[in-house]
T-cell receptor, first 117, second 112 residues
Framework: GAGVSQTPSNKVTEKGKYVELRCDPI?????LYWYRQSLGQGPEFLIY????????DSGLPNDRFFAVRPEGSVSTLKIQRTERGDSAVYLC???????????????FGQGTRLTVV | SQQGEEDPQALSIQEGENATMNCSYK?????LQWYRQNSGRGLVHLIL?????REKHSGRLRVTLDTSKKSSSLLITASRAADTASYFC????????????FGTGTRLTIIP
């Protein structure tokens, strides 16, 4: 596609429910990143994939959060037993290679605004 | 946690004036990037500067990097109303860890 696509753009869920957030990266981009941005803050790293494998998941806040990228393209961020503190904008980005290599730019999607009520 | 901080947190200037935003960071970096964000949604990449570069230009943007002071600045010349947005610096560490670490952002408002 033309850019990184994230669905849904907005999601309202009840506390305790399970949610899935989807990211379609730019075709051919091997690296994929998830970030979370709370109101008034900068994005915070959650996890990144190189191909199908999670190369670094050190930013996931706890074991309620999990992300997959089974075929090395689309990724899904899964949140179990949602809490009100999970409310934030979840941003996905992709790049041709890892951002530290050959000055590769990361392209961001528009994000999914998750609201837990 | 945030790697660094942008300064100022908010800036309002008249259209046509220059806007300068600063970013400080804490650890060694491979490169530093500046992003713009409109309405709290998608981030747009503006410019990347490597750790061995001191200054870089792109259109009306000028970025400087001082690794000895662990700081960077973004200058937007001849500002336009469309430049109104939040601006973030993001650092890319040089320990083989490729994740970007963002600052807290500067909210820039251009007054027509």
């Amino acid at each position: 596609g033309a850019g990184v696509s994230q669905t849904p753009s907005n999601k309202v869920t009840e506390k305790g429910k399970y949610v899935e957030l989807r990211c379609d990266p730019i075709s051919g981009h091997t690296a994929l990143y998830w970030y979370r941005q709370s109101l008034g803050q900068g994005p915070e790293f959650l996890i990144y994939f190189q191909g199908t494998g999670a190369a670094d998941d050190s930013g996931l806040p706890n074991d309620r959060f999990f992300a997959v990228r089974p075929e090395g393209s689309v990724s899904t961020l899964k949140i179990q037993r949602t809490e009100r503190g999970d409310s934030a904008v979840y941003l996905c980005a992709s790049s041709l290679t890892l951002t530290g290599n050959l000055n590769t730019e990361a392209f961001f999607g528009q994000g999914t605004r998750l609201t837990v009520v | 946690s945030q790697q660094g901080e942008e300064d100022p947190q908010a800036l309002s200037i008249q259209e046509g004036e220059n806007a300068t935003m600063n970013c400080s960071y804490k650890t060694s970096i491979n490169n530093l990037q500046w992003y713009r964000q409109n309405s709290g949604r998608g981030l747009v990449h503006l410019i990347l500067i490597r750790s061995n570069e001191r200054e870089k230009h792109s259109g009306r943007l000028r970025v400087t990097l001082d690794t000895s002071k662990k700081s960077s600045s973004l200058l937007i010349t001849a500002s336009r109303a469309a430049d109104t947005a939040s601006y973030f610096c993001a650092t890319d560490p040089n320990f083989g860890n490729e994740k970007l670490t963002f600052g807290t952002g500067t909210r820039l408002t251009i007054i027509p």
